[in-house]
């Protein structure tokens, strides 16, 4: 497993993610320079789109490494599949939890 490999396969996804990495910064970025919202919602925006952009750069990076890790290891299907499945679930876990942050900023902020 070498580095430059990781790195080429993250360089291709890279042109699918930037947008929605650059649209993260961005709301992290308003939401953070935004002095009027209330303090209890501001913080949630805040950290949703900080959770969203962090699940963003973990799968980024991990399932590239994953790939290569099963590569070299030559692993049968079913751990494969479990091994996906074991990273899947908490980057699912934690998109869920950005997006339930940001609609409490949202519903908080709207009170």
Known sequence: ???????????????VRLPVLIALVVGLALVAQRRTLPKASR?????GFGVLLL???LSMF???????????????TEQMQMMFTLLTV??????????????????????
């Open 43 to 47: 913080t949630l925006g805040l950290i």
């Open 1 to 15: 497993m070498r580095i430059q490999d990781i790195l080429l396969v993250v360089a291709g996804d890279l042109p």
């Open 62 to 76: 991990a399932f590239p490494m994953l790939q290569m890790y099963i590569v070299s290891a030559a692993m049968p």
């Open 90 to 111: 908490p980057l699912a876990l934690l998109h869920a939890t950005g997006l339930v942050l940001l609609a409490l900023a949202i519903v908080r902020s709207a009170r």
């Open 55 to 57: 699940m963003q750069l």
